[in-house]
């Protein structure tokens, strides 16, 4: 069972209270793919600049990334350029240039059509719609969204939203786009809209699962150390969905797992730049991991 990711992949400098990186890999179509590498096979779209240095397309390659629906477009490679305060939960955009990504206009291979897991990362929602509307049976469409977009392209958002399954947001966004301060009501909102399954992201605070039998709620892994969160919602996604394309029964008992799978990637790609830090874990300090997870948050019963 093959997972599809469509967005941005990028060139990021970064700078946090604890280090810089200078035009290090990123993107949200990168994060997630790596992530998701863990459990899957996965297939990119996304489009580079003449200027992406070809080491980045070989650790890709490496983890067996399909770089079939890898455009090259003419020009540079999309940047972005980022800083966060002691309050790492906040990014603070320096510049952003679109380069070769503002025309992008994905066009899925033939060959990744019967994708069954498909995330469709923060781009043009009238986009998203039309990968959507490519992928010929999907069994779950996910999809992230940024303020940008909630408040450029509403009614487009809207409208892809009846085709998704999942949504991942962070709390802010959530509320945005449901213009609604509580974040129980925004839920309730949003899944009348068409998703799900409303999972929302909030940093080192954890993720709250909203359907529409329960509610859950994850923590944060308690780090020591975080030296840069960027990649973190996105890494997120990755590990969510590579769990669950492992699953025959896409039900509660899959999505709370995902969501620890999520939650532990997440935790180790914050503990350095780019993908520096999840280049080198392998799937055991990934359970590992995740059976911290279930001890951090387990408790008994009482007699009553
Ligand atoms: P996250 O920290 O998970 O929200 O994702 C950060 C990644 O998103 C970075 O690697 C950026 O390159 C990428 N990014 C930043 N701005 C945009 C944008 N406007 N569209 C698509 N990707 C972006």
């Known amino acids: 069972m093959s997972i599809l990711v469509v967005g941005s992949i ?42 992406f240095p070809e080491e980045h ?9 399909d770089l079939a629906g890898l455009e090259r477009g003419r020009g540079a490679t999309f ?10 939960n906040e990014a603070h955009t320096l510049d952003t240039q ?26 043009q929602p009238g986009l998203q719609l039309d990968v959507a509307r490519q992928v010929s049976a999907p069994r779950i469409i996910a999809c992230d969204t940024m303020n940008f977009w909630i408040e450029g392209a509403y009614d487009q958002l809207r409208e892809t939203l009846k085709a998704v399954d999942i949504l991942v947001i962070n709390d802010a966004e959530a509320r945005e786009l449901a213009r609604e301060p509580s974040l129980v009501k925004a ?9 799900e399954t409303l999972v929302v992201k909030r940093g080192e605070y954890g993720v709250l699962m909203f359907n529409e039998r329960s509610v859950f709620s994850a923590p944060a892994y ?20 590579g769990y669950l394309s492992t699953q025959e029964d896409i039900n509660e008992t899959a999505i709370r797992q995902a969501i620890i799978f999520g939650s532990t990637l997440a ?34 019963e009482v007699e009553t």
């Open 222 to 241: 308690p780090l020591e150390d975080v030296y840069d969160p960027t990649g973190a919602g996105d890494t997120f996604a990755g590990g969510f969905m």
């Open 187 to 195: 839920a309730r909102q949003i899944l009348d809209w068409g998703p």
């Open 98 to 123: 679109l380069n070769v990504f503002e025309t992008f206009a994905p066009k899925i291979p033939e060959a990744f059509k019967d994708s069954e897991f498909v995330f469709l990362a923060n781009i």
């Open 10 to 51: 990028a060139l990021d400098t970064v700078e946090t209270p604890f280090g810089q990186a200078e035009e290090a890999l990123g993107g949200a179509a990168v994060y997630f793919s790596y992530a998701a590498s863990f459990f899957n096979h996965v297939r990119l779209v996304g489009v580079i600049g003449e200027d």
């Open 79 to 88: 940047r972005w350029k980022g800083r966060y305060d002691f309050d790492l």
């Open 57 to 65: 397309l070989k650790l890709l390659e490496g983890r067996d990334i």
């Open 267 to 300: 935790s180790f790609n914050v503990e350095d730049f780019s993908l520096n830090r999840m280049k080198n874990i392998e799937m055991q300090d990934i359970l590992d991991r995740f059976a911290e997870f279930k001890l951090l948050s387990h408790f008994e």
